[in-house]
């Protein structure tokens, strides 16, 4: 008979692995909103019905909502933040003070009830907390029902009217959003004009507005025949309404927001590539028009490489859109400024739509970790841009042996500065945007780069594929990751996201002496000056051309790298090198006077410090 102590630990640990497998719950919401838009005072009343599921095995008594509008006032905490950042962003700081009451963002909820009941709710900037008439337990569902009326300020961040290119609307976080709550309970963080982080859901959206705005949107439209503009199959029999407004009607699926735009004088084209996906395009007419007459082809290979490299796209369109004041992601659509050269236009178009892969299908916290996205979707820009360019797409850009080389200056600059902060820092404490620039794309960009050194390059992009795999749709986190990884390659990385992910610490290998050991023998003696481990490659090049690559695993590794772009050559696998040893010798089979030179790392993937002492030409002694 089996005890009921070996029964209560089999149903806890059955119970721990499975919250620790990618199947762990997911809150789920169902939006239906209707807004109908006064183009004269830039204002919108709206009705959204909600419905929303709880998965969780926690009873809810409140809910939270974002009311994102609310941050573009004269002295919401984005203001605040923006104008005491040491480092401010022009694009922001300095337009709140010119704020007028018209110009202003805000959203005022009129009703707000749950399952047919009132609820008492109070706003705080972009929070809207709901204390509920009756708990949602667990596993059941709730309505919610608002009515609301949003005024759209002008274009600050993201969002807004009338942004520097002419662009009428640009509306990205418009409307009230449910808080995610998950593992780690409710996130309500103030919209200080960072991240993001929402619930999956499917939308059905209603957007009525004066019949000469073209509307695009992240989304599939319900209703071709009843717009026009470009939307519906060519030789669609229209059927507009009479009035002076039309109503687009979407539906979004499994996304977790809703973006769209609307201007006066889009020019809308579509383009379909062979797996179906439609792809579309809204611009205005202006200097740079052949730019966006030649995205679409470009973007369909782009997409291609996408697919085959990071996973594939799970959804039948993508708006590609001009409006905001940048590049920004959003399910199914990017909002990207659109008056741009060929390359520029290219470049943040790819990078914008590879955040459908680690934003919008993975959707990891870009709160917590912003270097999930922003420096994944780095990264795969990197290696499409340069693919692209290969395939003479770019027009006199040349595809590069190392496109990341500039990138890691970047990190280097940082570095030295005193102002790097760990990638563990929540997205809206950095202390300096430089900080937060560097940090999330380009150290998060190096992140992969250079876990292509540490477990070889093989292995990141087969963990690629399965990460994407297992967790699109759900979620990771930073562990979530680096199992990913340490299952596809066989080693342990603990120590890797200790060091790099919530540490500042720099790494620092240098060749400290190479000297005869015999007559036969060289001697080579390396230190480890920085304080963050790494395994080694070294590469001897003797005077006759030959290379040979003595490659030191790091012990915390436990095990090998293997499948890396240095394996092509002899490779001798040396004994491993702990955490904290200070220096490392071994012994190369050759005369002192056959080697031509030592270098550490020659691939540059190993974000080393100081470089200067990682070659050695060897001198006639």
């Known amino acids: 008979m089996q005890s009921p102590f070996l029964t209560i630990f089999f149903l806890l640990a059955v119970s721990f692995f499975a919250q620790a497998q990618p199947d762990r719950w997911q809150q789920h919401v169902d939006y239906q909103m209707n807004i109908d838009f006064d183009v004269k005072n830039h204002q919108f009343n709206g009705t959204q019905k909600l419905v929303y599921t709880n998965n969780s095995p926690d009873k809810l008594k409140k809910v939270f909502f974002h009311l994102y509008l609310n941050a573009f006032q004269k002295d919401s905490q984005m203001a605040l933040r923006a104008q005491s950042m040491p480092d401010t962003d022009p694009r922001v700081a300095g337009k709140f003070r010119k704020l007028t009451p018209k110009d202003e963002g805000f959203t005022q909820v009129k009703k707000l009830t749950m399952d047919g009941q009132p609820t008492q709710y109070h706003i705080e ?26 005024q759209v300020p002008i274009q600050i961040r993201r969002n807004g009217r009338n942004n520097a290119e002419g662009i009428d609307y640009s509306m990205s976080q418009w409307y009230p959003k449910m808080a995610e709550y998950d593992l780690d309970g409710w996130h309500t963080d103030p919209y200080v004009a960072r991240e993001f982080y929402g619930v999956w859901g499917d939308f059905d959206v209603k957007i009525t507005i004066d019949k000469n705005y073209v509307v695009a949107a992240g989304g599939y439209i319900q209703n071709p025949e009843e717009v026009g503009h470009g939307y519906g199959e060519k030789g669609l029999k229209l059927h507009l309404p009479q009035g002076d407004k039309y109503t687009y009607h979407f539906k979004a699926p499994n996304v977790h927001d809703f973006v769209w735009a609307a201007d006066r004088d889009y020019v809308h084209t579509k383009f379909q590539r062979k797996d179906g996906e439609v792809l579309h ?341």
């Open 125 to 150: 900037g972009t929070v809207l907390e709901v204390s509920l008439p009756k708990p949602i337990l667990p596993h059941s569902s709730a309505t919610f029902e608002m009515e609301f009326l949003s």
């Open 281 to 621: 395009f809204f611009y205005q007419k202006g200097p740079q028009t052949k730019s966006w007459d030649k995205l679409p082809a470009i973007m369909d290979k782009a997409i291609d490489y996408a697919n085959e490299h990071f996973g594939q796209y799970q959804y039948k369109t993508y708006s590609f859109i001009q409006g905001g004041d940048g590049g920004m992601e959003y399910p199914l659509a990017t909002l990207i400024t659109g008056n741009r050269p060929l390359n520029s236009l290219v470049g943040v178009a790819v990078h914008e739509q590879m955040h459908s892969w680690y934003q919008m299908m993975l959707a990891s916290n870009e709160l917590l970790y912003p270097w999930m996205d922003e420096g994944f979707t780095t990264y795969a820009s990197t290696k499409i841009m340069n693919y692209l360019a290969g395939k003479g797409l770019l027009g006199t850009m040349k595809a590069q042996d190392d496109p990341f080389l500039a990138h890691y200056a970047r990190y280097f600059q940082i570095h030295e500065s005193n102002l790097e902060e760990p990638l563990s820092t929540h997205a809206d404490h950095y202390m300096t945007n430089t900080a937060y620039w560097t940090g999330a794309y380009t150290k998060g960009e190096i992140t992969l780069r250079q876990l292509e050194y540490v477990i070889g390059e093989e292995n990141v992009a087969q963990g690629l594929l399965k990460y994407f795999d297992a967790w699109h749709g759900k979620h990771p986190n930073a562990n979530d990751f680096f199992r990913i990884m340490e299952k596809q390659s066989g080693l342990q990385l603990d120590w890797y996201q200790e060091y790099w992910i919530r540490t500042i610490h720099g790494i620092d290998y240098g060749i400290k002496d190479v000297s005869k050991k015999s007559r036969k023998k060289t001697k080579v003696t390396l230190e480890k000056i920085g304080v963050m481990p790494m395994p080694l490659d070294v590469v001897v090049t003797f005077k006759n051309g030959d290379q040979k690559l003595f490659y030191i695993p790091l012990r915390e590794m436990r095990g090998e790298k293997t499948g890396d772009v240095m394996n092509t050559m002899e490779v001798e696998v040396l004994p491993d090198w702990g955490i904290y040893g200070k220096e490392y010798q071994f012994t190369i089979e050759a005369k002192y006077k056959k080697i031509k030179s030592i270098e550490i790392d020659p691939s540059h993937r190993m974000a080393d410090t100081n470089q200067k002492n990682n070659l050695l030409m060897v001198k006639k002694k």
